[in-house]
């Protein structure tokens, strides 16, 4: 329902202007199933987004606020560590923070 808007008569005959195949609505017709099944995907994607990103943030919250990392000195001998590029780091805290606007991200690129 939200992507419905009464415009006026000077907008709506330029927007024919550009679409001849526009077809007009009066504002009480039903909304089309297609866009209410477009809608209901969009709201469950925006929902399992932000599960994902609640989700992660809460299995990696060191990561997330940068604290508890290992620091490489002279006694790392013989101990392993794993790397990933600051960029993915960025990357990944941008969708945790905006889950709902932003995709994960899909690879590491080291």
Known sequence: ESGRRLVSKTVWERLLY????????????????LCLVQQYNEQQLKESRKLAGQGQKDVLQNLYH??????IGDNWEGRIAYIVSSNFVQGWRKFVKQSVK????????N
């Open 18 to 33: 550009y679409f001849p195949h526009l077809k007009p609505f009066i504002q009480s017709s039903p909304v089309c199933e």
């Open 66 to 71: 940068g604290k508890n990392r290992p620091k």
């Open 102 to 109: 932003s995709e994960s991200v899909q690879e590491i690129v």
